[in-house]
């Protein structure tokens, strides 16, 4: 056993009911963890190291699916949540547009900004800057991720950026002559570095545990056919989602699920966050791209992302010889029911149906929401 | 019986080594491993060096008034850095010599005058620390891009453990405080990437170690990169990774000690001046004790090992030294070792009087005559001492049976004898009946035994077959405390040596507790055969410098931050935001707040496989 590693046991569900180990009463007040940064919170405790995050990323040792534990994506929720509150200004009800992936940043900065109040608008990297820019100057936030310097150059030349904005934080790239008001990502989390100090931490703690379950924190666009809708999501809704993933699919030690090409949509956030509350599933973010090339080497438990990408990485899975046998599940966030017949896999799979983790929306009406 | 029995166990065991090295002994000695981390093979006992020890000797040191000026003007950039890395600015030739039953480092200057300091105040227990001290290790090579600060440069060794301050930046305002940001106006503080460069390039030479690191500062937790370097120093193959720190922010964030065991911390040294609120007095937090224990709770539930450093003061805190021990053998379930550090003068106390000075001047001989008194007698100063640098022997057994293909050399503490002691206790965490090791073991014969087996190198089964005889040879079980046989004994050894006997390692109620005695150098002790073979390098942007030759003599602290600062204070808390500073003898909030977030199990695995404890915590 190696030092630092500890023990993990199963921990019982649904949430409601997760135990205290003894030592951490208090822990979990009388009404349960029913927000996911309680429940962050409180999965945390069974966490190990290596846990939590698997990303396709360079480190020391070469290109490789690294890690993340609990604590990076800890003391990075705190920093991102203290430099938009801290230095940026922002109070409880501001927007934050994230028009940037779904990976590992998206769940630390939304993590942040539901922490102190906040809502997250989530934009898909596919959305063009137009649609881009009408639910900018629906929602008028107070803070914008883009994802690179073009993005953000093409929404400016539309005139898409509101005056409401009072920072813009570009993901990559340079941050030169885009103006005084756009932030690096790197530069972003090194202000939140410094402000988090032992006495903010536990601050911040204490403010995550008062945020009521039933505000909303997060303004869901859907397009159809050309047609626009919102919703707003609570907190309570969301947990309520993951619940339900764990039902179906009750958590494991070791267990992986992977995210491929996903987007930050509900049911994707759903299977986010069931796994990273549940404290033993791992996360591995597929982007499209060369990482789908490597995910013959894992093995999940449960698959889930738009069609195109799932059939790529399984056909991945398929060509490696260790995954013969393996059963798992397939999700496909882009497909209704009954649709699923053009996968095919050299396994057997079980489909997860959307609808079965339906994540409830309140409706927004009008245009100020 | 008991008596019987061991004798009986002693007598056969040498029995059986007189026999195994009436062979081998006569056959020549085969060719030593090679191992791949290694310049060249490990040395035979008579290849190893050793400087010039003994007295009357003569060594090179510096004048104190003349190296304080070279250096202000290099700050100055009135003179250049080559004053110290190609000429010898500053030196002079210093006598060691016994006087008056003193051991006493005497040296003449021909602008400044005469300077005499104390050594030692017990020439007999210098002499058995000499004689005990084991050999260097291996002379570094290809590390010019390290090592190249002239006379300070390192020349010896691995080092034990690499020092690296992240900031120095800090929450509390001791007074005075020569690294403090805020006394003295600037924030000397590293990126993420330097720290990994810094922790890159420290393996990047041989021998190539497995040391321990250790973050300092400042404080080290005031970081943002603190939890990351962690992370990352575990990554490049830190088997330790330690801080020094004063242990507030483990009080304060209950959360924090579990994060930091996450991303690999193992060990704190925690500043630690005495046992109550009030002789923690001068550090201006009325209630620090308690800060400390609520620290060391923290600490020891995440698995966290803890070392308390007490910066040791003739006259100001010497009567502490006792309470101190008393205190870690009563929390031996939470802390395993102890390092007393006595006072080095440097920073602002290099302007000292020399009146103040002598008064105040504790060395390790003081250290080992107080002890040795408050225990009436049960630690004896001239059986128990050992320099640091003779546990370099069990580094030499441990890496010759762990054969060639090792990545990393272990640990190898083999500094200057006049770098510092140790004693060892073994200590029952239950029922605290404690006794030194060297009381039922003989080290010194055991050290010698070592020798026989590296020397003839008879590969690895029947090396391990005459350490298992050299043991049971040295042990003598009927002066074992009560609770303790030579079978447990012989498994806390594994331990110690990382497994290297058994391959297992096993956790007893009965654990090995250090005392360590590390003396930092100052002005008037400054000896160059101690910093060349340094076994704490500072790594900093301008490469690998002696823990001495950083924080006093040339004083390459000062010249390092001043080339590498990266704002005046004042900016820095204007750009990058304040944060809390505890001072003004006002109590902390040490509000009694439940961990939100407990993300271990208390911890009961395995101690660290032979560590050897050095370092310090902010101690001025
Ligand atoms: S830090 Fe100083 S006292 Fe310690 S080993 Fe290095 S030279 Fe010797
Ligand atoms: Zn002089």
Redo the contacts with the bound molecule.
């Keep these: 056993m190696m030092a630092n590693q500890r023990a993990v046991e199963k921990p019982a569900f649904p949430f409601g009911v997760l135990p205290d180990r003894p030592g951490d009463e208090g822990a979990q007040d009388d009404r349960g963890p029913d927000t996911i940064n309680r429940l962050l919170l409180h999965g945390a405790r069974y966490h190990d190291r290596e846990a939590l995050f698997l990303q396709w990323e360079q480190s020391r040792k070469g290109w490789g699916w690294q890690g993340h534990p609990d604590w990076r994506t800890d003391r990075n929720a705190i920093r991102a949540a203290l430099v938009l509150r801290q230095r940026i200004g922002m109070e409880a009800g501001d927007r934050v547009v994230l028009w940037i992936p779904f990976g590992m940043d998206f769940a630390t900065i939304e993590r942040g900004v539901w922490s102190i109040g906040g809502l997250s608008v989530p934009v898909s990297p596919r959305w063009s800057a137009d649609r881009v820019a009408t639910l900018l100057h629906e929602t008028r936030p107070a803070v914008l991720f883009v994802p690179a310097v073009d993005s953000l150059r093409e929404l400016k030349s539309i005139g898409g950026v509101p005056d409401s904005v009072r920072a813009t934080v570009l993901m990559a790239g340079e941050v030169e002559d885009q103006g005084e008001e756009a932030l690096g990502y790197d530069a972003f989390m090194d202000y939140g570095g410094v402000l988090d100090t032992a006495e903010r931490a536990s601050m911040w703690r204490t403010t995550v545990r008062s945020i009521p379950p039933n505000t909303p924190v997060a303004l869901e666009y859907r397009w159809e056919g050309g047609l626009k809708s919102l919703g707003a999501m609570s907190q309570a809704g969301l947990v309520e989602a993951a619940q339900a993933v764990l039902r179906l699919l009750p958590a494991e030690k070791g267990g992986l699920q992977i995210l491929a090409g996903a987007e930050p949509d509900p049911i994707c956030r759903a299977l986010l966050y069931a796994a990273w509350a549940d404290g033993l599933t791992r996360t591995a973010f597929v982007p499209p791209g060369p990482a789908i090339e490597h995910t013959g080497q894992l093995q999940p438990r449960l698959l889930a992302g738009p069609a195109d990408i799932v059939a790529e990485v399984m056909r991945k899975l398929d060509a490696a010889d260790q995954q013969s046998g393996l059963s798992y599940m397939v999700c496909l966030t882009d497909r209704p029911a009954g649709e699923e017949s053009r996968i095919a896999s050299r396994r057997p799979v079980s489909f997860l149906q959307s609808s079965q983790i339906d994540v409830p929306l309140r409706e927004f009406p009008g245009r100020e929401p | 019986m008991r008596e019987a029995l061991s004798r009986a166990t002693r007598t056969a065991a040498n029995v059986a080594w007189n026999a195994f090295q009436a062979v081998n002994t006569r056959i020549p000695d085969s060719p030593s491993v090679h191992p791949d981390w290694a310049p060249g093979p490990l040395p035979k006992s008579y290849e190893r060096t050793k400087p010039p020890l003994g007295w009357p000797r003569e060594t090179d040191s510096l004048c104190p008034e003349c190296v304080i000026e070279v250096r202000d003007a290099i700050i100055a950039g009135e003179r250049d850095i080559s004053e110290f890395t190609e000429k010898k600015s500053g030196e002079v030739k210093a006598q060691i010599v016994e006087e008056d039953g003193k051991i006493l480092i005497k040296k003449h200057c021909e602008i400044h005058g005469e300077f005499v300091d104390t050594l030692s105040v017990d020439p007999k227990l210098s002499e058995v620390l000499e004689r005990r001290y084991f050999g260097r290790d291996f002379r570094t090579a290809e590390d010019e891009h390290l090592h190249h600060h002239g006379s300070s440069t390192i020349r010896y060794g691995r080092g034990a453990v690499l020092t690296i301050d992240l900031t120095n930046r800090c929450n509390m305002m001791c007074n005075p405080c020569f690294m403090d940001a805020n006394q003295v106006g600037y924030v000397h503080e590293l990126t993420l990437e330097e720290i990994k460069e810094i922790l890159d390039d420290s393996i990047s030479f041989k021998p190539r170690r497995q040391m321990s690191v250790q973050f300092s500062g400042g404080e080290p937790t005031m970081s943002p990169h603190f939890l990351e370097a962690c992370s990352y120093a575990k990554e490049v193959g830190y088997y330790s990774v330690q801080a020094a720190t004063n242990g507030l922010r483990f009080a304060l964030e209950p959360e924090f000690a579990y994060q930091a065991a996450e991303a690999g911390l193992n060990m704190v040294y925690l500043q630690f001046d005495g046992v109550t609120n009030e002789s923690n007095m001068h550090r201006h937090i009325s209630n620090l004790f308690d800060a400390k224990w609520m620290a060391i709770e923290r600490l020891a539930d995440a698995g966290i090992d803890i070392t308390p450093v007490t910066t040791v003061v003739n006259t100001v805190n010497d009567e502490q030294v006792g309470p101190l021990l008393e205190f870690v053998i009563q929390n031996s379930d939470k802390m395993g070792a102890i390092s007393f550090q006595p006072v080095s003068f440097t920073g602002r106390d290099e302007e000292i009087s020399d009146e103040e000075r002598h008064k105040q001047r504790y060395t390790i001989s003081h250290l080992a005559r107080d002890l040795q008194e408050y225990t009436g007698g049960k630690v004896d100063m001239y059986r128990d001492w050992y320099p640091l640098g003779s546990a370099g022997a069990y580094t030499w057994l441990a890496d010759h049976l762990r054969g060639t293909e090792v990545e990393f050399g272990g640990i190898s503490c083999s ?2 004898p006049n ?2 002691a140790s004693l060892m206790l073994v200590v029952n965490q239950h029922t605290k009946e404690w006794a030194p090791l060297t009381q039922f073991f003989d080290s010194e014969g055991f050290i010698h035994d070592i020798n026989v087996i590296t020397d003839t190198s008879r590969g690895k089964k029947l090396s391990l077959f005459q350490t298992m005889l050299a043991l049971m040879r040295n042990i003598d079980g009927s002066k074992m405390p009560e609770g303790l046989t030579p079978k447990i004994f012989l498994e806390m050894v594994n331990t110690k040596l990382g497994g290297a006997v058994t391959g297992e390692v096993n956790r007893q109620q009965w654990k090995i507790v250090w005392v360590g005695g ?4 100052d002005l008037w002790t400054y000896d160059f055969r ?2 060349e073979m ?3 390098p500072y790594a900093t942007q301008e490469g690998e410098i ?3 030759a950083y924080n006093t003599g040339a004083g390459w602290r000062n010249i390092v931050e001043n080339m590498h600062m990266v704002a005046e204070t004042r900016d820095w808390f204007k750009e990058k935001g304040r944060h809390e500073i505890y001072a003004g003898n006002r109590p902390m909030n040490l509000a009694p707040g439940t961990r939100s977030l407990p993300v271990m199990e208390k911890q009961k695995g395995i101690p660290h496989a032979g560590t050897v404890q050095l370092g310090r915590g902010c101690s001025h």
């Excluded at chain 2, 590390?518 to 150098?521: G, H, K």
Aim: aromatic share 18%; glycine share 6%; with cysteine.
């Design positions: 500094c200057h770098c510092g590390m003396w930092f150098q101690r910093t340094c076994v704490i002696s823990f001495c």
